[in-house]
């Protein structure tokens, strides 16, 4: 009956209904678009993460039977190094929401077709344990290290007790001309034309590498790291098309991978080509920010380490010329190791942590003063502000710990012919932080905090040639302490010493001690050493007047000093001479906090010296107070070290002197025996010759006129 009614219907024409209803087929190739489209975005991705490559590079396998690609394409690279790179950044990383890239190499695929299906357990490789980078801590001796650069070759050595000294490593590092420390000496890193290398470890092996052709100069984050600690940032470690143009750039450390670019040249400058301020770039004390400013206009403010603008905007600040972090006092960082260590354990923080914080200035505009400004972020709350008038320029000034902020103002008078100084000093961790003022009548050419003190020393100077410096003039100057006096919450003078050249102060990091140099002087390079705590008994009266306590240690002169350095102890002090500055006595000097000089290097080209940088001890309060109460008897055992050294000095040049007269008295003994033997021989063959013939003496007077007088006598 089916098969009746089949062959029934293929007598029916359908011709009308077909041409009625016909579907027509587009044979343009406007719908190729879209795929043009996909490729152009693929290609922009590629991009953008530093592979760059062009839609005509790729192609699409094509299957005609469904009308649709074949779910993968080709792409073709310059070379095989682009090809790895591409491999590796682009693998995984998101292309939209619901889709990601998955790479391979061809040849990778070919090797995965021909794959043997018996498996085959790969050698076991031997394990190599990498190289702690921070072993220099562990130094049985304690001793600390520092680098010298010198021509074209750096050595690395440790420092300690004269016996100590000795080079620690000898790198072969090559077409360099920078070197510097990290900020907690992990690392070391050099400059070169192709980038910055970082190395570490003993054998200073390298650790990573950051591709940045011309650069000129390199800072670290406070921490040494910006990666997140959830694990490694996806990025490129090359500069893409779009970063063309930007020379500052900012990089992870632990990945290598580049995680932003920056153009020093700010939107809405106009006029000759201004100087680049730096740093371009300032960190937060704890990592998690950094800001940069443009001037005049506004703060931006990156998060860590994703580089994303913080609330998504900048700080609008009409005028601002300059901005400083706040630093992390010990407190500070021991509160937040203590709520960290808290929230990874589950529990609530005992207390708010303080705010970030920075203070900023702007100048006097119109009829609107100059103003300085503390903010709290990332709330940006102000938290106090100044007005100051009559100002030519600022300098901020905060305390190594974060207690007080200095402001120096350089203010004219309202002739404008000469200029005055003022320090406004703001008190942080006080309530509604209050401002005392130091008036000074002359110019402030330097200004320095005493680390973990409330004490701050001055260079000021009215001399004419201040402005107009030259060749063999030298700046008089004068060097004043100050001090906090709490019961009237001033800062009051202990003591001015006058008709000074002195124009650098170093504090020790441990405070109290103070090196007063002159730098940069053709005619002058004294060096001063202070201690503003001296005292017989090593005890601090109570009563005693103000500056009773300042005292001169020793003075000594470096010739062409251009540098001068404190090791991180307190107890070293290094200045050097470098030839980038000028080609006269080039070299180095290591002296005690005294004045004593223990080392002396002249060499030639030589260009840095730099001491390596501790981390915060890992010790708490308590383990501190107990090793400050038992230190008399960790000194008995310093003492003991110290005396078995000399016993051992002393055992060392005993012996040496014992051979050097084993020796002679070897040599003396040879030569007897020889003179014995020589006139045994000389006494038989004179024996021999008297034999022989008959032995006759002949006498013979010889008178020699030696001098003749005349003398004539008057009678």
């Not at 670019?261 to 740093?279: I, R, V, W, Y």
């Not at 380490?305 to 005028?319: A, V, Y």
């Not at 021991?334 to 929230?343: G, H, Q, R, T, V």
């Not at 007269?661 to 033997?677: F, H, I, M, P, T």
Request: proline share 5%.
């Amino acid at each position: 009956m089916a098969t009746s009614s089949i062959d029934a219907n293929e007598d029916i024409d359908f011709s009308d209904i077909d041409a009625k209803y016909r579907v027509e087929y587009d044979d343009g190739l406007d719908n190729t678009l879209v795929l043009e489209k996909l490729l152009a975005k693929v290609a922009k991705e590629f991009t953008k993460k530093g592979c760059p490559i062009k839609p005509d590079d790729i192609f699409v396998p094509w299957d005609e039977s469904i009308g649709k690609s074949k779910g993968f394409a080709f792409i073709d690279f310059r070379s095989a190094d682009d090809a790895n790179l591409a491999l590796v950044t682009m693998h995984n990383h998101p292309f939209d929401a619901k889709h990601s890239f998955k790479v391979n190499k061809f040849a990778d695929i070919e090797r995965y077709a021909n794959l043997e299906e018996t498996y085959v357990p790969p050698e076991t490789e031997e394990y190599a344990p990498r190289e702690h980078l921070r072993a220099w801590l562990a130094d049985p001796q304690g001793r600390d290290q520092y680098v010298t650069f010198r021509g074209d070759e750096v050595e690395i050595w440790w420092h300690g007790k004269p016996s100590q000294c000795e080079v620690a490593h000898t790198p072969s590092w090559k077409d360099f001309f920078y070197v510097a420390w990290s900020p907690l000496g992990t690392y070391i890193g050099t400059i070169h034309r192709q980038g910055v290398r970082l190395w570490g470890g003993p054998s200073f092996k390298d650790q990573q590498r950051f591709a940045h052709p011309l650069v000129k100069l390199f800072d670290f984050s406070p921490v040494n790291n910006i990666s997140s600690p959830e694990g490694a940032i996806q990025g490129s470690q090359y500069f893409s098309p779009d970063d063309e143009g930007n020379n500052v750039a900012v990089w992870d450390i632990k990945s290598g991978f580049l995680l932003r670019t920056f153009s020093t040249n700010h939107d809405g400058e106009s006029g000759a080509k201004k100087q680049m301020q730096l740093p371009a770039l300032k960190w937060s004390p704890d990592d998690k920010y950094v800001a940069r400013v443009v001037p005049d206009q506004m703060i931006s403010v990156y998060e860590l380490p994703s580089m994303t603008l913080q609330d998504k905007k900048s700080i609008k600040i009409e005028g601002v010329v300059d901005f400083e972090w706040c630093p992390q006092g010990d407190k500070d960082k021991d509160d937040a190791e203590k709520d960290a260590a808290a929230s990874s354990s589950g529990k609530t923080a005992s207390k708010k942590q303080r705010e970030n914080m920075l203070a900023y200035w702007t100048p006097e505009v119109a009829n609107q003063p100059a103003r300085v400004t503390l903010l709290a972020f990332p709330s940006r709350t102000i938290l106090r502000q100044k007005n100051l008038f009559n100002v030519t320029e600022c300098k901020l000034y905060w305390q190594n710990q974060g207690d007080f902020l200095c402001v120096k103002v350089d203010r004219h008078t309202k002739t404008k012919k000469s200029i005055f100084c003022n320090l406004e000093i703001f008190r942080v961790r006080e309530k509604d932080y209050p401002v005392e003022v130091v008036e000074l009548k002359d110019t402030v050419t330097e200004f320095a905090w005493e680390p973990k003190g409330e004490r701050f020393a001055i260079v000021s100077t009215n001399d004419p040639n201040l402005g107009n410096p030259g060749p063999g003039i030298t700046i008089k100057t004068d060097v004043s302490f100050y001090q906090l006096e709490r019961g009237k919450n001033d800062f009051k003078l202990l003591r001015t010493l006058p008709n000074r050249t002195s124009n650098v102060i170093r504090w020790s990091p441990r405070g109290r001690h103070v090196i007063l140099a002159t730098v940069g002087s053709s005619s002058k390079s004294e060096l001063e050493f202070w201690d503003l705590d001296f005292s017989l008994d090593d005890t601090r009266r109570e009563g005693q007047d103000w500056g009773t306590g300042i005292q001169l240690l020793g003075t000594s002169d470096h010739y062409g000093v251009t540098d001068v350095e404190w090791d991180p102890s307190g107890r070293y002090l290094a200045t050097s001479a470098s030839a980038w500055t000028h080609t006269l006595e080039n070299g180095y000097a290591i002296w005690d906090f005294k004045g004593q000089e223990l080392v002396k290097q002249i060499q030639d080209r030589f260009k840095q010296f730099i001491w390596r940088p501790r981390p915060r001890t890992l010790l708490s309060k308590e383990q501190q107070r107990q090793v400050r109460k038992n230190l008399k008897e960790y000194s008995r055992v310093f003492d003991e070290e110290d005396a078995k050294e000399h016993l051992t000095v002393n055992a060392e040049l005993l012996a040496h002197r014992k051979r050097l007269v084993d020796e002679w008295n070897a040599w003396r003994a040879r030569c007897q025996k020889d003179l014995v033997e020589l006139r045994g021989q000389k006494q038989i063959t004179e024996a021999d010759t008297d034999a022989g013939t008959a032995k006759e003496e002949i006498e013979v007077w010889v008178e020699e006129e030696i001098e003749t007088i005349e003398e004539v006598v008057v009678d």
